[in-house]
């Protein structure tokens, strides 16, 4: 395991609570995706479409979608959110404790340190700069949500060079590519 900051080794362990819910200002607002009706059958959509499926895979059943949104829903490691834009909802998103993900087998994760894993739903909204314009946002509203995160990092498929250009221009720098179950990632660090 690689050290992301030589600071590792000396920071205590300590617990961290559930990933917090981040406080957008317009043209942006998050919110938790519930597990029934029109969130569940939303996220159901964005996950069989091919552009999401093809890095996600997670093209799940609707009863399987269910059920991962209660169990996230029921636990305190990882978040779902709906992100809309101008008030349509057009980014699913989990936020989690990077900690407690397989992630922190591949670098030295502090109990702080959150993760993000984000996909534009409808391929009509892809190549618009959404994910560009959104995360300086949303790493700023992270970090005020919980002042002791010192970094959010996210572990796209080293395939997808759509998501890895919009991660570093919105403030992610490549740190390792990493053996994750069922891909090979690039994680990438954005440091308060």
């Known amino acids: 395991m690689k050290p992301v900051s030589h600071l590792d080794s000396y920071r205590p362990q300590i617990?961290?609570?559930?990933?917090?819910?981040p406080d957008l200002s317009m043209?942006?607002?998050a919110r938790v995706a519930r597990a029934d009706g029109y969130d569940l059958h939303l996220v159901h959509r964005w996950n069989q479409a091919p552009h999401v499926a093809a890095f996600w895979r997670q093209a799940w059943t609707l009863p399987q979608w269910e059920r991962r949104l209660e169990e996230q829903l029921a636990g305190d490691d990882d978040r779902p959110l709906l992100i809309s834009w101008h008030g349509r909802p057009v980014i699913y998103a989990e936020v989690y404790r990077a900690a407690r993900h397989?992630?922190?087998?591949?670098?030295?994760?502090?109990?702080?340190?959150?993760?993000?894993?984000?996909?534009?739903?409808d391929l009509a909204m892809t190549d618009r700069g959404l994910?560009?314009?959104?995360?300086?946002?949303l790493t700023d509203a992270?970090?005020?949500?919980?002042?002791?995160c010192t970094r959010i990092v996210v572990e796209p498929d080293v395939r997808n060079t759509r998501a890895i250009r919009s991660f570093e221009a919105g403030g992610f720098v490549a740190a390792d590519e990493i053996?994750?179950?069922?891909?090979?990632?690039l994680l990438m660090v954005c440091r308060r």
């Open 179 to 185: 053996m994750l179950p069922g891909k090979l990632a």
């Open 27 to 29: 043209p942006w607002d």
């Open 131 to 137: 994910v560009r314009s959104l995360l300086p946002r």
């Open 142 to 148: 992270l970090f005020e949500a919980d002042p002791h």
């Open 102 to 121: 397989a992630v922190a087998r591949c670098y030295q994760a502090r109990p702080h340190d959150l993760g993000l894993n984000l996909a534009v739903g």
């Open 15 to 21: 617990t961290a609570g559930p990933p917090p819910v």
